[in-house]
């Protein structure tokens, strides 16, 4: 893994963009923009929205970049295409990037609500624990069901509004999250049977991930529809109606896309799928609570 090559400057700002994870990244960093919109509309702090939204990115850039650095062995035997194989960063860069993306978060979270802060150095404790070792194994779906729901709580905290419906979003994000980790996993799965991994995904077989991830995505549309027919949380029926059939459908159509029969191809797109479907029914819920 060595380089003895000299790298041009695009070189590296390309292994450093591949690096960092771009789409689940910008994925994430749209989800907190979205929670944090809704949370200080209509009044927006400017300000705030823009600490909260850029230290959460600097977050994912450091889970992000470290995850390369901490793969980076395996990634060598069977991942050569990846930035550090290809000798586009060398691991010592990518471990500094993500060490100072940390700094960077920490400093950016400084002027908002304590709460805020240790809510992010939480989500980033569980992200490099991921990154450390439990990505390979069963307890990688278990990070994503704690860290995912943490995501819409600090957007709220971040913008200084606490409301009980940020709290009954905990259960039905981490449902999500666990899907949201059998998607990422998907792609991989073989790869990560062959070397040994025993992922959330390898440990379900592919059949069986497949099968989960729509289950827990209408299980979760299904408790947000009992929360709002019960008036437990009260939101706007034909805001929430439509989020829940086009989540539906969405659902569909991933089953009908993607499959165990089907080309490992298409896995990656079922993935960035279900991340859209998961951001459409936490937000319409958010949403339609809000109006």
């Given at each position: 893994?060595?380089?003895?090559?000299?790298r041009?400057?695009?070189e590296?700002a390309?292994?450093?963009f591949l690096?960092?994870?771009?789409?689940p990244?910008?994925?994430?960093?749209?989800g907190?923009?979205l929670?944090?919109l809704?949370a200080?509309?209509?009044?927006?702090a400017?300000?705030?929205?823009t600490l909260?939204i850029l230290?959460h990115l600097?977050m994912?850039?450091s889970?992000?970049?470290?995850?390369?650095?901490?793969?980076r062995r395996?990634?060598?035997?069977?991942?050569?295409?990846?930035?550090?194989p290809?000798?586009?960063?060398r691991?010592?860069?990518?471990?500094v990037?993500?060490?100072?993306c940390?700094?960077?978060?920490?400093?950016?979270?400084?002027?908002l609500?304590?709460?805020?802060?240790?809510i992010?150095l939480?989500?980033l404790?569980?992200g490099q624990a991921?990154n450390?070792?439990?990505?390979s194994t069963?307890?990688?779906?278990v990070?994503?069901?704690l860290?995912?729901?943490l995501?819409?709580v600090?957007?709220?905290?971040?913008?200084g509004?606490?409301?009980?419906?940020?709290?009954w979003l905990?259960p039905?994000?981490a449902?999500?999250?666990?899907a949201?980790n059998?998607a990422?996993s998907?792609?991989d799965?073989e790869?990560d049977?062959?070397?040994n991994?025993?992922?959330l995904?390898?440990?379900l077989g592919?059949?069986?991930?497949f099968?989960?991830?729509?289950?827990l995505i209408?299980?979760?549309?299904?408790?947000?529809?009992?929360?709002?027919?019960?008036h437990?949380?009260r939101?706007n029926?034909?805001v929430?109606?439509p989020a829940i059939?086009?989540?539906?459908?969405?659902?569909?159509?991933m089953?009908?896309?993607?499959g165990?029969?089907?080309?490992?191809s298409?896995?990656?797109?079922?993935f960035y799928?279900?991340v859209?479907?998961c951001?459409?029914l936490?937000g319409?819920?958010l949403?339609?609570?809000s109006?």
């Amino acid at each position: 893994m060595e380089i003895s090559k000299k790298r041009r400057v695009s070189e590296v700002a390309l292994g450093f963009f591949l690096l960092s994870h771009p789409l689940p990244v910008l994925m994430h960093t749209l989800g907190v923009a979205l929670f944090a919109l809704l949370a200080g509309w209509p009044s927006l702090a400017w300000n705030t929205l823009t600490l909260v939204i850029l230290a959460h990115l600097a977050m994912q850039l450091s889970i992000a970049l470290l995850n390369d650095y901490c793969d980076r062995r395996l990634d060598t035997l069977g991942k050569r295409n990846k930035p550090i194989p290809r000798g586009l960063v060398r691991p010592n860069e990518a471990l500094v990037a993500g060490l100072l993306c940390i700094i960077v978060m920490v400093v950016l979270l400084l002027p908002l609500n304590p709460l805020a802060l240790a809510i992010s150095l939480l989500y980033l404790a569980l992200g490099q624990a991921y990154n450390l070792g439990l990505k390979s194994t069963p307890y990688s779906g278990v990070v994503f069901a704690l860290a995912i729901p943490l995501i819409p709580v600090y957007a709220f905290v971040g913008m200084g509004r606490i409301i009980p419906l940020v709290f009954w979003l905990v259960p039905v994000a981490a449902l999500l999250g666990v899907a949201l980790n059998l998607a990422n996993s998907l792609p991989d799965t073989e790869t990560d049977a062959a070397s040994n991994a025993r992922t959330l995904a390898v440990a379900l077989g592919v059949r069986g991930t497949f099968r989960l991830i729509p289950l827990l995505i209408i299980v979760s549309a299904a408790l947000v529809a009992v929360l709002a027919i019960t008036h437990v949380v009260r939101v706007n029926t034909w805001v929430l109606l439509p989020a829940i059939l086009l989540t539906l459908l969405i659902v569909c159509f991933m089953v009908f896309y993607s499959g165990p029969g089907r080309s490992t191809s298409t896995r990656k797109t079922y993935f960035y799928l279900t991340v859209a479907n998961c951001l459409l029914l936490a937000g319409g819920w958010l949403i339609g609570a809000s109006v």
